[in-house]
């Protein structure tokens, strides 16, 4: 391919706008443009990484025996309200209604979907276990669009469901799927790990995310570099150690004007903030819930949600604390609180002894608060806070670390939450009905370029592995209208493409440095200069990932980069 026929438009300057190097990168070297905020324009560079992603994933469905399809994007709202999903999704979803004001929308994720399609036919569990899969856009309204394809309002995904009669069969698909995306990740060069995940809206009972190392990522990944241990933070849990026991005390109501926060308490107390036992108010599907906790901790409110079975929650207003709670923030606490209040304890209280609460007075806390006096008999602590840096694992292997990291695959047990909703049965081998019991496999593709251009670039641009390369060689010639150049160039090119190779020619009539800096900037994994020595069929190999280069003749050429292109 001649690159005066690509549609390569490279920038000189960094855009202004773009705050990850992933989303600088691929501006700069024509790979993407903006049509509107969240939405790119896939340009023929990066459409041909999404398309060799693609095999790859297609490779590795085939081995498990997963089976393409496409869905349409184009969804009946009714569906995701038989679901419950068209409430949780919320204003994440674009919604609208055709000429017949019936409600639409486009499709952030495809399990109604499916389940809808296949409850027909898969009525036996003869016909099981089945998985299918797609790969196609997803829309989702998000409310703040950035990093470029890292967090968009249209984006490119794989999407797979498994069908199966038995749990037995579940975990065989989902493990079978982990052993997939682990191969799809391996072949796309990256560094990532596989973390416990938090379903969120999707539902299940399981679920594991693939995570890419990377600064600009927005979860937090908390790992042990002694243990296989890693969650993300919102389902990251951690050994605390037991305070020594003290002998309890007579509890004494005292008063604190003004002293609102952990902070100043601790500090007009002359106390550690572990001391507090802090509370904090929330509105859980309406009715109010009371979490206490160390005060040197801070609620996980998905932890929270997840063992409340919640659907919304909310921290409580000043008016909802007065109102639902009987009590003033700030001074919140069990004693005394309103009976139809759910009190949750978390893990971090657990043999704490003659701690501070509130008194559910303005102005005055308790002291030397012990659990005798707050419940009858043995509390029921819940891990419902966020871990911190430093703690021990909670598999007892080493101390807890964290990372930033992008979420580029996700895997869920989700059991019968959608044919329960959607009902879809079948007759097991007892000619009765049942649920079918269904999994949820996804890869962003589209954020796959993103993960895998933040893990390999450099100061000059992009270095994709070879596997991924739009182009895995670049023949730039100084001077294509030099005849001798010209046919040296083309004969080149003509003897790689031969061998199965993806090749660009420079034809531009560009200065060599123009030629270069853009090269770099695209990142093939080698660049073959044709020069000065042309008339003696000596050309330049350059590797892009480390820089080093060689001068072979032509008729070296083939077996020369068959042995560099192994380690790219």
């Known amino acids: 391919m001649k690159q005066s026929r690509m549609y390569i438009p490279t920038l000189k300057q960094v855009p202004s706008d773009a705050e990850a190097v992933s989303h600088q990168l691929m501006l700069r070297a024509g790979y993407i443009r903006q049509v509107s905020a969240g939405a790119y324009a896939l340009l023929p560079l990066a459409w041909d990484v999404i398309q060799k992603i693609e095999n790859i994933i297609r490779k590795e469905m085939k081995k498990i025996d997963a089976v393409e399809m496409m869905m349409p994007v184009l969804l009946p709202a009714d569906l995701w309200k038989e679901s419950g999903r068209y409430e949780t999704y919320g204003d994440n979803l674009f919604k609208f209604e055709d000429r017949h004001k019936r409600e639409f929308i486009l499709g952030p994720t495809h399990e109604e979907t499916f389940t809808s399609v296949v409850k027909e036919n898969l009525n036996s569990y003869k016909k099981m276990p089945m998985v299918l899969y797609q790969m196609q856009p997803k829309y989702r309204d998000e409310d703040r669009p950035r990093y470029g394809l890292l967090r968009g309002r ?107 926060t952990i902070e100043a308490l601790a500090k007009s107390l002359n106390i550690d903030e572990s001391k507090i036992m802090k509370a904090v108010a929330y509105i859980a599907d309406e009715k109010p819930v009371l979490v206490m906790i160390r005060g040197d901790y801070q609620v996980n409110d998905v932890k929270l949600t997840n063992l409340l079975k919640a659907t919304f929650l909310d921290e409580a207003t000043a008016e909802q604390v007065n109102d639902l709670f009987g009590s003033k923030p700030g001074f919140i606490s069990p004693l005394g609180i309103n009976d139809d209040v759910k009190v949750i304890y978390d893990s971090s209280l657990e043999g704490l002894d003659n701690f501070v609460i509130g008194a559910n007075e303005e102005d005055k806390h308790y002291i030397n608060a012990n659990f005798e006096d707050l419940v009858d008999g043995e509390p029921e602590f819940n891990d419902v806070r966020i871990i911190k840096e430093g703690e021990p694992s909670p598999d007892g292997h080493g101390l807890l670390k964290f990372t930033r990291g992008i979420e580029i695959g996700h895997i869920f047990k989700l059991g019968t939450k959608f044919s329960v909703d959607l009902g879809a ?78 090749v660009l020619l420079d034809d531009r009539n560009e200065r060599p440095g123009v030629k270069f800096a853009d090269s770099d900037l695209m990142g093939f994994p080698i660049r073959i200069t044709v020069g000065k020595k042309a008339a003696d069929s000596i050309v330049e190999l350059k590797l892009r990932k480390t820089g080093e280069t060689i001068e072979v003749n032509k008729d070296e050429l083939v077996n020369s980069v068959k042995i560099l292109l192994k380690n790219q």
């Open 425 to 502: 049965n079948f007759l097991d081998e007892n000619g009765k009905s049942q649920p079918i019991i269904m999994g949820s496999y996804g890869i962003g593709i589209s954020r796959l370029l993103s993960a895998i251009i933040e893990q390999h670039n450099d100061e000059n641009g992009i270095v994709w592995p070879a596997a991924l390369a739009p182009y895995q060689i670049h023949v730039v010639p100084i001077k294509y209208k030099d005849d001798t150049q010209k046919k040296l160039s083309d004969d080149v090119v003509d003897l790689l493409k031969e061998e199965g190779y993806d």
């Open 154 to 260: 249209e984006f490119y995904m794989k999407d797979a469901y498994s069908f199966t009669s038995n749990y037995e069969d579940l975990d065989v698909e989902f493990n079978h799927m982990e052993t997939a995306y682990r191969n799809i990740f391996d072949a796309c060069g990256l560094n990532y790990r596989i973390i416990l995940g938090d379903a969120g809206p999707m539902g299940g009972t399981a679920s594991k995310e693939f995570s890419a190392v990377a600064d600009i990522g927005e979860d937090t990944i908390a790992y042990s570099e002694e243990s296989e241990y890693s969650a993300n933070l919102e389902m990251a849990t951690s050994k605390i150690e037991q305070v020594p026991s003290e002998e309890h005390k007579a509890i004494e109501k005292i008063d604190t004007p003004d002293l609102h």
